[in-house]
């Protein structure tokens, strides 16, 4: 079936050291993958994304990568800054045109 | 600011009422989807709606309805309410389907 879901429901990084952002993904079909980015307070915005015709995608200091293989997807932000604390989610889009979600894992930068 | 609002931004009511949530897609978006977020489930797909016509079901609830309007906004219904249903309701809006917009929410609290 299909399922969207992050390793870890929380992450701590140093300002300014790079943060990964994993997922895996259950479903081998699933040919498109975004990640959004949700700040307290607000709805989900879109970062990335990316189709599985490829294995690596970037963005302003943002890099998704795509292993079909393990079917697991990551998301990558480099120099990481205190604007970028929020709760990350990996989703997938099916054919029905419906988005899957996974449960986020909540970024926290530490001075 | 994404461009899609949503109508209100609280709303606390009892057991067994029935509430409306309203939202304003993006000028020229003829997609509208409504997503439930709790804590424990993340970002649940409820139902999209294309130009007036329902596209895609998700895990909606019977007790639960929708509607989109010719002017392109959309309602969601929610009857019967359950302590469970406390939550927050996002709206999104898209012209295509692989970025939508979302709008602030309504956070809907059932007492």
């Known amino acids: 079936g299909e399922s969207v879901g992050l390793h870890l429901p929380t992450l701590s990084v140093q300002e300014g050291d790079n943060s990964i952002i994993n997922c895996a993904y259950s479903?081998?079909?699933?040919?498109?993958f975004i990640w959004y980015k949700q700040e307290s307070g607000k709805g989900p915005q879109f970062i990335i994304d990316?189709?599985?015709?490829?294995d690596k995608r970037q963005g302003q200091r943002v890099t998704v990568l795509l292993n079909k293989t393990v079917k697991h997807l990551s998301l990558q932000i480099a120099a990481t800054q205190p604007g970028d604390s929020a709760v990350y989610f990996c989703?997938?889009?099916?054919?029905?045109?419906?988005?899957?979600f996974g449960k986020g894992t909540r970024l926290h930068i530490l001075p | 600011d994404s461009g899609v609002t949503q109508t209100p931004k609280h709303l606390i009511t009892a057991t067994g009422q029935r509430v409306t949530l309203r939202c304003s897609p993006r000028s020229g978006d003829l997609s509208v989807y409504w997503y439930q977020q709790s804590l424990d489930q993340g970002l649940q797909f409820l139902i999209q709606y294309y130009n007036g016509e329902e596209r895609a079901k998700g895990n909606i609830l019977e007790r639960f309805s929708a509607q989109q309007f010719p002017d392109l906004h959309s309602e969601l219904n929610l009857s019967s309410l359950e302590l469970g249903d406390s939550a927050l309701y996002f709206c999104?809006?898209?012209?295509?389907?692989?970025?939508?917009?979302f709008g602030p929410g309504t956070r809907l609290t059932v007492l």
């Open positions: 990316i189709r599985s015709n490829m």
């Open positions: 999104a809006s898209s012209t295509r389907a692989n970025e939508q917009f």
């Open positions: 989703a997938e889009r099916n054919r029905d045109d419906k988005i899957i």
């Open positions: 479903n081998s079909a699933s040919d498109y």
